[in-house]
C-alpha cells in the first residue's frame, strides 16, 4: 500500500517561500497522479495543485497560479511543491495525495492516499 509523509512546513513572514515535500513508498508510485489540498481551520478541504504520473500535466488552483509550483522525481518517489510569494491566507495544514487515473484532479474524491499533512503558517 502506498504511503505518504509530508514535511517542509513551518513558520514564515508574507512574501516568503517555502518548499513541501512529500515523500512516497510503494512499487506503483510512478503510475500514481499526485495532488496537494490544503485545510484551514474552520475551512473545508481544498486542491491546491496536482501533477500527471509523468510530470508531463500539472493544474493549479487560481488563488496559488503564478505562486507555487509542483514538481515530481519519479525516481526518488518524491513530490514537490514550492511556495512563493506567500500570504496570511496561504496558512493552512497541507496534505498530499495520490490516486490512480486521475480523471478531475481537483477533485479530493479522486484521490485513494493520503499524507497526514504539515503546517504553514504565513504571518503577516
Known amino acids: 500500500q502506498v504511503q505518504l509523509v509530508e514535511s517542509g512546513g513551518g513558520l514564515v513572514q508574507a512574501g516568503g517561500s517555502l518548499r513541501l515535500s512529500c515523500a512516497a513508498s510503494g512499487r506503483t508510485f510512478s503510475s500514481y497522479d499526485m495532488g496537494w489540498f490544503r485545510q484551514a481551520p474552520g475551512k473545508e478541504r481544498e486542491f491546491v495543485a496536482a501533477?500527471?504520473?509523468?510530470?508531463?500535466?500539472?493544474i493549479y488552483a487560481d488563488s496559488v497560479k503564478g505562486r507555487f509550483t509542483i514538481s515530481r522525481d519519479n525516481a526518488k518517489k518524491m513530490v514537490y511543491l514550492q511556495m512563493n510569494s506567500l500570504k496570511p491566507e496561504d496558512t493552512a495544514v497541507y496534505y498530499c495525495?495520490?490516486?490512480?487515473?486521475?480523471?478531475?484532479?481537483?477533485?479530493?474524491?479522486?484521490?485513494?492516499?493520503w499524507g497526514q499533512g504539515t503546517q504553514v503558517t504565513v504571518s503577516s
Open positions: 501533477i500527471g504520473w509523468s510530470g508531463g500535466n500539472t
Open positions: 495525495a495520490g490516486g490512480v487515473s486521475v480523471k478531475i484532479y481537483g477533485s479530493s474524491t479522486e484521490y485513494r492516499y
